[in-house]
Nanobody, 127 residues
Framework: EVQLVESGGGLVQAGGSLRLSCAGSGFFLDDYTIGWFRQAPGKEREGVSCISRVDGSTYYADSVKGRFTISRDNAKNTVYLQMNSLKPEDTAVYVC????????????????????WGLGTQVTVSS
């Protein structure tokens, strides 16, 4: 069965850090561009970061640039999102997705942009 499973969310104070994991089963994540999205209550889903399947190039939304880092561990079939200097506005459900596209433009395609989606992990940042 093909699955993406996120973990690592939780409650943290502003200024703290969390590391989210996106683990794949039933397929190899390094065959796909992996993206992290987030959705806060009452807001649209936002593409946060992605790492390309071709050359490992990365993309970050302006809102997280300099604070978040995306990386792959192919041996563990896992993609990570290291989140530092967290702010209350980072509070959201974080979801990972696997896309056959290269680059970051697919993150604006909605659910059509990716082949597989996880269910998400909640991140709550208190002030």
């Amino acid at each position: 069965e093909v699955q993406l499973v996120e973990s690592g969310g939780g409650l943290v104070q502003a200024g703290g850090s969390l590391r989210l994991s996106c683990a794949g089963s039933g397929f190899f994540l390094d065959d796909y561009t992996i993206g992290w999205f987030r959705q806060a209550p009452g807001k649209e889903r936002e593409g946060v970061s992605c790492i390309s399947r071709v050359d490992g190039s990365t993309y970050y939304a302006d809102s997280v640039k300099g604070r978040f880092t995306i990386s792959r561990d192919n041996a563990k079939n896992t993609v990570y999102l290291q989140m530092n200097s967290l702010k209350p506005e980072d509070t959201a459900v974080y979801v990972c997705a696997a896309s056959g596209y290269v680059g970051s433009h697919w993150m604006g395609f909605g659910t059509d942009g990716a082949d597989y989606w996880g269910l998400g992990t909640q991140v709550t940042v208190s002030s």
